[in-house]
């Protein structure tokens, strides 16, 4: 009886009135225990149940109150994340974790949710130190696939077109703002290879043909171009 009891306790009432939700919107929640703060997601789903998730994006730690839904997806205000509305899962880059999905109960005219039951998502990526990934691209998504591959041991290199000498960061709206480089060290499994642009790839070669654009040693001082070398190179997209 008393287990009964405690566990019951674990339930707690939120703000939401299931009747509030829209098949193509959301509400979002605020719930708090043991002194920490839980940011939730609810949303109702086409047939008709309700989904409660972690509206913290994954990929940035940003709740996700400007976030736009468009049928089962939920896209992420910040850098474009797009999430399954229903189990919370990866839709498209740069998040690569899934958001948490949380158990709830009707109660009459209100939502409760288990904190403390936390529904599965996944299952991690174990990976042969032997592997070697090639990621075109090193912007947010790129980054973030590298870092999250190279914690797997795999051996990666990002090829970026930016003369940027690491991974970027660029708004959605527009090219015209500024990069804004990621500060965070780079893992040691990852190569990364700036002022690099990919000519073509040779699925069955498993191979990749780049050119290095670089600045013109002759030239010195503001507003000097690049100079494109007419030596490629071909680098191998897996391990042998």
């Known amino acids: 009886m008393l287990r009964a009891l405690r566990r019951q306790s674990n339930w707690l009432k939120t703000k939401v009135n299931p009747s509030a939700l829209s098949s193509g919107g959301f509400i979002l929640d605020k719930l708090e225990k043991d002194g920490f703060e839980h940011n939730l997601l609810f949303a109702k789903l086409t047939d008709g149940s309700i989904s409660c998730l972690s509206s913290v994006c994954s990929h940035r730690p940003v709740v996700m109150e400007k976030a736009q839904r468009h049928e089962d997806e939920l896209r992420c205000h910040c850098h474009g994340a797009i999430f399954d509305i229903e189990s919370g899962a990866v839709r498209c880059a740069p998040a690569l974790k899934p958001l948490q999905k949380y158990k709830i109960r009707m109660n009459n ?34 980054a973030a696939a590298a ?33 804004v480089p990621l500060t965070k060290e780079l893992h040691k499994n990852i190569s990364y290879l700036s002022s690099t642009e990919v000519l073509s790839i040779d699925p069955k070669a498993k191979t990749i043909r780049i050119k290095r654009i670089l600045p013109d040693p002759n030239k010195v001082g503001c507003g000097r171009k690049a100079k494109e070398y007419d030596s490629y190179h071909k680098m191998n997209l897996c391990s042998s």
């Open 109 to 142: 005219d209100s939502i409760e949710v288990d904190l403390d039951q936390l529904i599965p998502q996944y299952t991690e990526h174990s990976a042969s130190s032997s592997e070697n990934v090639v990621i075109i691209g090193g912007g947010a998504a790129g």
């Open 147 to 179: 870092e999250s591959l190279a914690s797997s041991g795999v051996t990666v290199n990002v090829l970026s077109k930016e003369a940027a000498a690491g991974p970027y960061d660029r708004t959605l709206i527009s090219k015209r703002f500024a990069e």
